[in-house]
């Protein structure tokens, strides 16, 4: 509830990114469109408006996520997307976890 009545994120990763990003001014949306892959379809965790770009938060990348990954790239090859994988999230912990009340 710190970050938005409404959402439920699906990790704790995801909210601590959200409270990133409400802290530091970047404007966010959560999981707004799906993408059709044709065998499987991705909803990347947050679009990013003001630069046009979608963030994934990941832990690790096991084969389906690499899968998905790679067929978004190849059939998306126009749209900006950067995942967050662990040692990144762990950094971002590092300097903002201090700085947040509400870090999970």
């Not at 909210?15 to 990133?20: D, E, F, T």
């Not at 965790?45 to 096991?62: C, H, T």
């Amino acid at each position: 509830p710190d970050i938005d009545p409404i959402i439920c994120f699906y990790s704790t990763w995801e909210a601590n990114i959200a409270r990133v990003f409400n802290l530091v001014g970047i404007k966010w949306q959560y999981a707004p469109k799906i993408f059709d892959l044709g065998t499987h379809t991705y909803r990347p965790d947050f679009y990013l408006p003001d630069d046009n770009a979608y963030i994934e938060v990941k832990n690790y990348m096991n084969p389906y996520s690499l899968e998905r990954d790679h067929l978004f790239r190849i059939q998306y090859p126009h749209i900006k997307l950067e995942v967050i994988l662990k040692d990144s999230y762990l950094e971002i912990k590092k300097y903002y976890k201090p700085v947040i009340d509400m870090w999970e």
